[in-house]
């Protein structure tokens, strides 16, 4: 059996991985044989598989961010390309890829957006969702010009931002990428947690004094 579907073939997800890069269809073959040098031997228990395009004036950009979660390791796989001649007959791709051990991760953030709330249902979909995975302690800061609620303020308020630790965040939309997209970020957010969880140290608990001071309360007590 292929390494490649063997690896994709476990996931709980609405297809494999080799699948999602064929539905992808941004050099599938390339992208696969560099995930599985990445996974190296490692089974794949979920992934994530997410293509992005940009549009620049009159060219069009496309880059590809593959996550496939092991027992171990979130290996992270990301492939872009550029054109480097007018005709577009050459063109190279740029490969980069991560290992992070699962134990390293620090925070698993899902952000959801709904439509009409007020109207909220069990069975409604999930409009968009963003996927923010933290490791390397590496924090965004996020800063706006500060605004009072007087709209015909013209003060200074100074600046306002949002800090957030994060080392990749992928947005998915149902509308762009579809409700399978969705649901399958989901699945990854899930699994890529509970492996986190079992990978992190146990703790020991905290020692709040609570014993010797009622040891002490109870001998005096008897006395």
């Known amino acids: 059996m292929n390494a490649f579907r063997a690896a994709g073939s476990h996931s709980a997800q609405g ?4 699948q999602a890069l064929q539905r992808a269809g941004f ?13 190296d031997g490692r089974e794949c228990l979920s992934h994530l598989a997410h293509l992005e395009t940009h549009f620049d004036r009159t060219e069009v950009h496309r880059h590809i961010t593959v996550l496939a979660l092991t027992e171990d390791m979130l290996v992270i796989v990301h492939v872009d390309d550029q054109q480097m001649d007018d005709a577009g007959e050459q063109v190279v791709a740029q490969v980069s890829t991560e290992s992070v051990p699962v134990s390293q991760i620090r925070s698993v953030v899902l ?7 007020q109207d909220y249902r069990p069975s409604d979909p999930i409009r968009e969702l963003t996927l923010s995975i933290g ?14 609620g007087d709209p015909q303020c013209e003060a ?23 409700l399978q997209a969705v649901q399958d970020a989901k699945v990854f957010a ?16 905290p020692r709040t004094g609570l014993s010797t001071l009622g040891t002490r309360l109870g001998r005096n007590h008897h006395r």
């Open 135 to 148: 490791w390397s302690g590496g924090q965004r800061i996020d800063i706006a010009p500060a605004a009072c």
């Open 190 to 205: 899930r699994a890529l947690r509970a492996v986190n969880t079992r990978a992190l140290p146990e703790q020991p608990a």
């Open 156 to 178: 200074d308020h100074g600046y306002t931002g949002n800090l957030a630790q994060e080392d990749i965040a992928l947005r998915i939309s149902a509308e762009a990428d579809g």
């Open 15 to 18: 297809q494999t991985l080799d």
């Open 111 to 117: 952000s959801y957006l709904y439509n009409q709330p």
């Open 27 to 39: 050099y599938p073959r390339l992208v696969g044989d560099v995930v599985i040098d990445a996974l």
